[in-house]
């Protein structure tokens, strides 16, 4: 499958959360995305990033939209507490459905190949690099991090001391770091001159991967659902 | 016709009033060696970073006199656009990498799909230019991932990939073995149709260049065979202990006339032999 067609999957998506208000309805979509997920590569890596997320933000909703908060600092009326909760835990379905169908929609589109389709598709060049390059940038800046972090160990600084100790020590790690990837900037652009980037109107990309019929089907039945649901939301 | 010319030429960074090249007057003809040795701050890599082309885009400076590559400004021109003439290798192979790639293959493959050539030409230019390096078994792996030798060797393939007429390696193998070091340099002296130019502190490896240019403080010193040079730039360069004991005694009067000057350590031993005979 194209990179570009898991992500045209995600406009019904988000339409049919927002469209659905019925908790039950939304817990069912969700299980099957989360089933999509399970299904894929790499599937513990991405339901343990979504599960990071949505356990602290059901606990924030649950305390926040709950009035438990309230109730215990300021004594607040809680008596409406289970229109709230059941308000926080629509918000939180529809949440977890659109993160977990961003999860299904990256395993359909590995960075690799989304950068290749980025620099194959109609793009400028210039505009494919700026959206394709963010995708190694946490690469980048491990590596720069654990450079830094080596010059200031033989400095002094312990990034292995207890945590109040590494939160003052935060700034001699930080700061060096977003210098450092800020003047990574000019280094980059000489890079790319002199691999003759944007010197010809129109360039190559190995192993661009192809828009199939397959493709164009699944994103025909993208747009029908989004019409459909959109048109169903604007019908009621 | 010499690829690269300079006569009487000077370059002054913007904003200031002295040049940090002066007097740089050489002529070097397609497909030969140069080497420009200097200690640091010399002005090895300004010198580097004008011959890529780099003025006044990425090296805002004016410059005078003549200085031209194959009969044309070496200024003015986009460093994008003489990419696919000329190369630089820098010492920090960090440096050349692109931020795109996910592999290594991906990296060297990135300069020549920018040049818009068929997917095979391209296929051919990254297997040889892998080969050439002894890089096939990174091909597969994260440019994020390399050691300082492995990213040389990569960031070399990078260059050679784009197939340029003229390849300037400015300390290119720092991070690498002696040994190595001198293997990649002896497939690239070999390769047909390019002229190299090395930017090197040390005097063995500048030793095998057709012509030797002496940089001290921005101003050209010298510039001729390594041999007519080895008593004036050696005590401004690296070399083995076989060379500095050759060049002291050549100091100190003991060397006998008729000896040429020794380019390597085996060399060095050769000519105490010679010098021992007589």
Redesign the interface.
Known sequence: MHPFTGFALLPPLLLLTLRLTDARALAALLVVLLVLVWMGGEHRVRLRRWALLMLPLAAGLWLVHGRYLDSLVFGADVADRPQRLYAAALLWLRVGCLLAGAQVALRLAPPARLTRALFASRLPPSVAYLLASPLLLSVQLRRRLAEVTEAQRARGVDPAAPWPQRARTLIALAGPLVVWTLSDVGERANALDARAFRSVPCRTTLDAPAFTARDRALLAAALAAFVLVAGSWLWR | MALIRFAQASLTRAGATAPCLSCIDFALPAGQTLAVVGGSGSGKSTLAGWL?G?VP??LPATEAGVAEFDGAPLSGA????R??QV??VQGNPY?????????VY?EV???????????EE??ARCREALALCDAEALAVR?P?TLSGGEAQRVALA??LA?RPRLLLLDEAFNRLTPAAADRLLERLRVLPMLTLVLFEKSFERAAGADLMLWLDGGVQRACAEAGVLFDRVLPALTASDAVRAAWRSRAADLWRDGVAAPCSAADALTRFAEVADG
């Open positions: 890529a780099w885009h990425a986009l460093p994008a656009v990419a696919g190369q630089l440096a050349a990498l692109t931020g795109c790639a996910f592999t991906d493959a990135f300069g020549p799909e920018n040049l818009g050539l068929c997917e391209i296929r994260a994020s990078c260059a784009m």
